[in-house]
């Protein structure tokens, strides 16, 4: 199983970015899908969450109103739609994929990619 994230980059305060993340050795719908982000000197956080169907999202507070996480089933695609970008949203961007059933766990995981906000 390979989940690649694409999309990052440098962008300055007030911009835009789009993640993507492609997982492929598994069958997508029967997965929820997160992301989750990493600063330099700090622990991993979580970011957003969306559900097998894309019926249902969960987000973390600090970019409520800001991020959007969405998937493209037909395309086994999830992205990550992020606005309004401050400094403090610069991290490593992960996402992973978490079985369908039971406690929420991420099976898998993608590699990361760096999104910089800054001018």
């Known amino acids: 199983v390979q989940l690649q994230a694409s999309g990052g980059g440098l962008v300055q305060p007030g911009g835009s970015l789009r993640l993507s993340c492609t997982p492929s050795?598994?069958?997508?719908?029967?997965?929820?899908m997160g992301w989750f982000r990493q600063a330099p000197g700090k622990e991993r956080e979580f970011v957003a969450r969306?559900?097998?169907?894309?019926?249902?999202?969960y987000y973390a507070d600090s970019v409520k109103g800001r991020f959007t996480i969405s998937r493209d089933n037909a395309k086994n695609t999830v992205y990550l739609q992020m606005n309004s970008l401050k400094p403090e949203d610069t991290a490593v961007y992960y996402c992973?994929?978490?079985?369908?059933?039971?406690?929420?766990?991420?099976?898998?995981w993608g590699q990361g990619t760096l999104v910089t906000v800054s001018s």
């Open positions: 050795g598994l069958t997508f719908t029967s997965y929820d």
């Open positions: 992973a994929a978490d079985r369908v059933g039971g406690a929420i766990r991420y099976d898998y």
């Open positions: 969306i559900m097998w169907s894309g019926g249902r999202t």
